[in-house]
């Protein structure tokens, strides 16, 4: 590297010298040198991320198109290289947009559109493409036909990456079999070590997609892997969704208030945003409105007793109205004015306006601007009067109310004083003379008089009392009926779009429509699992949506374990995106750190040191849905620790994880049952022995003891004469209502009540689901002519708790 430093300050030239080296970089020439961050760094990743690529396009495209997806991946080793193809039956592309699909990188459908998509930037498949002409030289050769075309399209392309345009090498029309879809086929240096991320990659997208047909064909692999449709039910369309108030940026703001073609900006949060009606854009244009002009303060009236003489103050300002016009209209705005609590600039003006029209048709006068102008100067002078002289002036007595009201009744009254007073004087010498101020000013007047109170008064105004004080204060000033600056004024000045921002981020408004969203469902989510996992148990959880940034996301969870599962290690953790297996950088992903976080112990699960992945027999499965799903980088791998998408992770799979818990706890209390009753059964013959010897009795009769100890159900048959008769005996606390089902081997008649009775071939299935209230016994009976062979079926009740001697 040249190293300028040395001959800096005595060569002025070597601006000149560097701008010689400086030139514009395409983004593809970017991407060439960064291609770790699109996740194609090595290889064996590189292949991943290219199947990964170009099947989520093919679900996308299939599934805008509403067809269900069918899709064939196939690698092949090809000399030095490996082959890629991946086939749909999507809708196919268009012959003018195919080049530039797979030809320019951050070209797509999707990045402008608040949808929930796998596809976000544009960039995934012809990053494949990059990366596949980079390590083999090979061009990219693609055929697509379009719904009702005859032909389908072919094309062999490079990307240029001085330029990041197509370079079309082949383009003709030939002839597929699939009468619509896209077929790409790629190049590349590559191996096969990452093939359990590969596997896995499928695999994953078959449960959370099983709307979806996938086939895998692969070296090594004798057979293909298939994975069949397991329903024919495409995920809920998704609506686009314009973007939510309070998740815009000053930028994109002001770009979208250059591009509309509302005049008012009433108009233009109605148009251009979601969730705005008119309701909410008044709401936000009146907070717009108070950032921009301020808010007016208003002060109370004298009262009548009072020696300031406002109604003498109104008679002086007007002249030439004769005496009973001068007083009716005096008259009438003391009287308003007395019977208000507080009065703005811009509301006396109002009222002088209205007692002029009264006065004016009573008495047939003509009330000017100019009269008006001056009994308002008047009239504002006394209830706004301030005078710096005297410290019991009626504006420093109207503060001091306000400040006293706001603080707590631990400040002193000395303190109180000296605050209103020094707040008053900011009012009463402003600029404005119509005492407007913006929140943050009257935050400075208050920040100002605290500070000198607190500085020459030895006194303590802490934040909060200042705080209060600036509330107090900005909930009595009234928003001024100013009409708000047109969009185009907006669009053309920073400070005024930001104080439209900050008004639209402070209204509240209703979260964002979920039509946009696509969630997998908790019932499918376990479908999806117990589709590809076998195991004992399964639950699963759908949050509601929330949202982040302006944009709406649902966080869906589900849980397996036992059964094939392995016990060994830590759980395997499963983590998607809209409906896509994230495959690397477990470690870096939010949902890591949420599982990580949560005590498992708590929920029956081993967790070393009461943190970390937890271990166990189990599978934890995480969806996270969004329009704008916020991954911490282009390849898609891992989601960025948002707090509020966080909490709803967490939320998720705790509501997953407490069903966990109760079938834990209910399978350790059952195996518990299960000892307890193994030594039971071997202790009571045992002792029945024993205590006969000992008392030298016949063997008491222990039939029955086991299922009274341990609470049980017992069901016991006895034959005599022809009759069988089953004893249903109910030791436990509730009420039981088995299944009680027995095989006959001949025709048993003389049924008691409540049985149905099945032939099979010469096999009788008798079956009754009696109600045994706890310490009942009910007795269910039949006959049979012959010799019988019996075969007994107990359901409804569980094993532990069951007892059955027949
Ligand atoms: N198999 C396909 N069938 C139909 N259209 C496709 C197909 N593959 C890609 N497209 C179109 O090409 C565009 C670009 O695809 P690309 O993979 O580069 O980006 P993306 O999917 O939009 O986003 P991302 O970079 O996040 O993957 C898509 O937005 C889509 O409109």
């Known amino acids: 590297m040249t190293s300028f430093q040395s001959t800096l300050g005595e060569d002025s030239g070597i601006a000149d010298e560097l701008a010689q080296n400086q030139r514009e970089i395409s983004i593809a020439e970017f991407f060439e040198k960064n291609k770790h961050m699109l996740g194609f760094d090595s290889g064996a990743r590189g292949l991943v991320t290219a199947v990964k690529e170009a099947v989520d396009n093919a679900l996308d495209a299939t599934e805008e198109a509403g067809l269900a997806p069918d899709i064939y991946v196939e690698i092949a080793e090809a000399g030095d290289y490996y082959k890629l193809i991946v086939e749909d039956n999507g809708p196919g592309i268009t012959k003018a947009q195919l080049p530039k699909v797979f030809g320019k990188l951050l070209y797509g459908s999707r990045f402008h559109a608040r949808e929930q998509s796998r596809g976000q930037q544009g960039i995934g498949i012809s990053a494949a493409v990059l990366y596949s002409q980079l390590t083999s030289g090979k061009a990219a050769k693609i055929t697509s036909r379009t719904q009702g075309s005859a032909d389908a399209q072919y094309f062999e392309l490079i990307i240029d990456t001085d330029t990041n345009e197509p370079e079309i090498k082949e383009a003709r029309e030939t002839s597929w079999d699939r009468s619509h879809g896209t077929r790409i086929e790629l190049e590349m240096e590559a191996n096969m070590r990452a093939r359990q991320q590969l596997h896995d990659y499928i695999k994953h997208t078959a449960v959370v997609n099983p709307h979806a047909r996938l086939e895998l064909r692969e070296p090594g692999l004798e057979e293909p892997l298939k994975f069949e449709r397991a329903t024919d039910q495409l995920p809920a369309e998704t609506e686009e969704i314009r973007p939510h108030p309070h998740g815009v940026e000053l930028g994109t703001l002001i770009k979208m208030l250059q591009a509309t073609e509302s005049y008012s900006v009433s108009g233009f949060l109605q148009e251009e945003f979601t969730r705005v009606g008119k309701k909410t854009a008044d709401k936000v244009v009146d907070s717009f409105r108070d950032r921009h002009f301020g808010r007016e303060m208003g002060w109370s009236a004298p009262d009548a007793h009072e020696d300031a003489d406002l109604r003498a103050a109104i008679v002086d300002a007007v002249s030439g109205k004769g005496a009973d016009a001068t007083d009716a209209f005096a008259d009438t705005v003391v009287d308003v004015l007395q019977n208000r609590e507080r009065t703005t600039h811009h509301e006396l003006r109002d009222i002088v306006d209205n007692a002029a029209a009264a006065a004016a048709e009573d008495f047939d006068k003509t009330f000017g601007e100019t009269v008006k102008e001056n009994a308002v100067e008047a009239a504002w002078a006394v209830l706004a009067g301030y005078d710096e002289e005297s410290e019991t002036d009626r504006l420093t007595a109207d503060v001091y109310a306000l400040v006293d009201g706001a603080t707590s009744t631990r400040k002193d009254d000395a303190t109180v004083?000296?605050?209103?007073?020094?707040?008053?004087?900011?009012?009463?010498?402003?600029?404005?003379?119509?005492?407007?101020?913006?929140?943050?000013?009257?935050?400075?007047?208050?920040?100002?008089?605290?500070?000198?109170?607190?500085?020459?008064?030895?006194?303590?105004?802490?934040?909060?009392?200042?705080?209060?004080?600036?509330?107090?204060?900005?909930?009595?000033?009234?928003?001024?009926?100013?009409?708000?600056?047109?969009?185009?004024?907006?669009?053309?000045?920073?400070?005024?779009?930001?104080?439209?921002?900050?008004?639209?981020?402070?209204?509240?408004?209703?979260?964002?429509?979920?039509?946009?969203?696509?969630?997998?469902?908790?019932?499918?989510?376990?479908?999806?699992?117990?589709?590809?996992?076998?195991?004992?148990?399964?639950?699963?959880?759908?949050?509601?949506?929330?949202?982040?940034?302006?944009?709406?996301?649902?966080?869906?969870?589900?849980?397996?374990?036992?059964?094939?599962?392995?016990?060994?290690?830590?759980?395997?953790?499963?983590?998607?995106?809209?409906?896509?297996?994230?495959?690397?950088?477990?470690?870096?992903?939010?949902?890591?750190?949420?599982?990580?976080?949560?005590?498992?112990?708590?929920?029956?699960?081993?967790?070393?040191?009461?943190?970390?992945?937890?271990?166990?027999?189990?599978?934890?499965?995480?969806?996270?849905?969004?329009?704008?799903?916020?991954?911490?980088?282009?390849?898609?791998?891992?989601?960025?620790?948002?707090?509020?998408?966080?909490?709803?992770?967490?939320?998720?799979?705790?509501?997953?994880?407490?069903?966990?818990?109760?079938?834990?706890?209910?399978?350790?209390?059952?195996?518990?049952?299960?000892?307890?009753?193994?030594?039971?059964?071997?202790?009571?013959?045992?002792?029945?022995?024993?205590?006969?010897?000992?008392?030298?009795r016949p063997r008491p009769d222990i039939d029955g003891a086991l299922a009274r100890i341990m609470n049980n159900v017992s069901v016991e048959r006895e034959l005599e004469d022809g009759t069988v008769t089953l004893i249903v005996e109910n030791y436990s606390d509730r009420t039981e209502q088995p299944d009680i089902t027995d095989i006959v081997s001949v025709e048993p008649q003389n049924v008691s009540d409540g049985a149905t009775v099945v032939d099979l071939d010469g096999e009788w299935f008798v079956k009754w689901s009696p109600s045994v209230p706890s310490g009942e016994t009910v007795k269910l009976t039949y006959d049979v002519s012959d010799d019988a062979d019996f075969d007994i079926n107990v359901d409804g009740v569980e094993n532990e708790k069951l007892t059955v001697q027949a």
């Open 417 to 696: 004083t000296a605050l209103a007073e020094r707040l008053a004087r900011k009012f009463g010498t402003a600029d404005d003379y119509r005492h407007r101020t913006t929140f943050k000013q009257l935050r400075t007047y208050v920040d100002d008089a605290a500070n000198a109170t607190v500085e020459y008064d030895d006194a303590t105004v802490g934040d909060t009392a200042r705080e209060n004080v600036t509330e107090a204060f900005w909930s009595v000033m009234q928003t001024v009926p100013d009409e708000v600056p047109k969009v185009n004024d907006v669009a053309d000045d920073r400070d005024i779009s930001s104080q439209l921002l900050e008004a639209m981020r402070e209204t509240d408004i209703l979260a964002p429509p979920t039509n946009c969203l696509s969630p997998i469902s908790a019932e499918l989510v376990e479908a999806g699992l117990r589709k590809e996992f076998d195991a004992d148990f399964y639950a699963a959880a759908t949050r509601d949506a929330e949202v982040h940034g302006g944009d709406p996301f649902i966080v869906e969870a589900g849980i397996a374990y036992g059964g094939d599962l392995k016990a060994e290690g830590s759980v395997d953790l499963l983590r998607f995106a809209n409906r896509v297996p994230l495959v690397y950088q477990r470690g870096a992903c939010a949902t890591t750190d949420v599982v990580k976080r949560i005590g498992w112990r708590n929920y029956g699960l081993d967790q070393p040191g009461g943190s970390g992945m937890p271990n166990g027999p189990a599978v934890i499965m995480i969806h996270v849905a969004s329009t704008n799903v916020p991954f911490t980088s282009e390849s898609k791998d891992a989601l960025a620790n948002i707090p509020a998408i966080e909490d709803e992770i967490e939320l998720a799979i705790r509501e997953a994880a407490r069903e966990l818990k109760s079938y834990l706890n209910k399978r350790r209390s059952m195996e518990k049952r299960r000892q307890k009753q193994d030594v039971l059964g071997k202790i009571l013959p045992q002792m029945a022995d024993k205590v006969s010897e000992v008392t030298g």
